[in-house]
């Protein structure tokens, strides 16, 4: 392969792996907007929506089924993890709740060292196809599915916020909580659709991912640390910027762990934050909370 398709083939890797960060940094800066906190626990819903549709699959449902049920038991779990804890909590510091989110985090990931155990699995690619050859560079079908799916999932995002009710009800809450509240929109309820949307939106990009990695018990971490850091290059307000970010850390790793050492890709990007954080502390397009 020459020079050309070597960058080629890292340019389709981090677009790849960064349309997985850039959806699950839009589900924190989405979260974020409404709530005010980062939701620390979207990596394990990850986990949760990856491992469900393993699992569902071995139990015999049908492909589509089990990623479907997965996704909804995801959305599920996110519900239920803002009404147990966060609403409960709503009156309590923005610090405490962020910890909240973190401990959160830490007992999905035991209960899922416990149910899938360390064993790694996978899910088939949703196309049986042969790579592609593009310019040198080889290119597996279900990466450009993880392309689509982020364009799809960006599209319905924006279609929902401009289209329906409920859509630019949180955009009046994103830009004005006090004033959408007292125009009767409930920002209680716009914050159990916020983490749904968190549970939802990182199952799919776990399942999505899994045939192209595989999926552990603790894969989350790492994946929501990194969508982390892409919501904070891109503008932690800024729903654009979070995909910009996203899509910015997938190259910049993959060209890193190309040029450089496959070793140093997470440290480049813990890099690639401090570096903003302390250049450009509102990211790439965050200059104004209004993103959507």
Known sequence: MGVDGQFIQYLFSG?????????????LV??????????LAIGEFVTIGVLTAVSLREAGCPDIMAYALAVIIAGVIGAAMERSTVHRARNASVLTLIIITIGVAIA????????WGTHPYT????IKAAPISVGGATIVPQSLLVLCLAMVAVGILFAFFDLTYAGKAVRAAMVNPTAARLVGINPERLSLLAFSFSGVIAALAGIFI???TTATYDMGFMLGLKGFVAAILGGVTNVNGAIVGGLLLGIIEAFAAGTLSSGLKDAVAMAVMILVLLTRPTGILGS???GG
């Open 123 to 126: 899910l088939h690619p949703f």
């Open 288 to 290: 104004t909370r209004n």
């Open 30 to 39: 989405v979260t974020f907007n409404i709530t005010g906190i980062f939701n």
């Open 15 to 27: 677009l790849t792996v960064g349309s997985i960060y850039a959806l699950i940094a839009l589900a």
């Open 108 to 115: 999905l990931r035991g209960a899922a060292l416990l149910i």
């Open 210 to 212: 899994a045939p192209i």
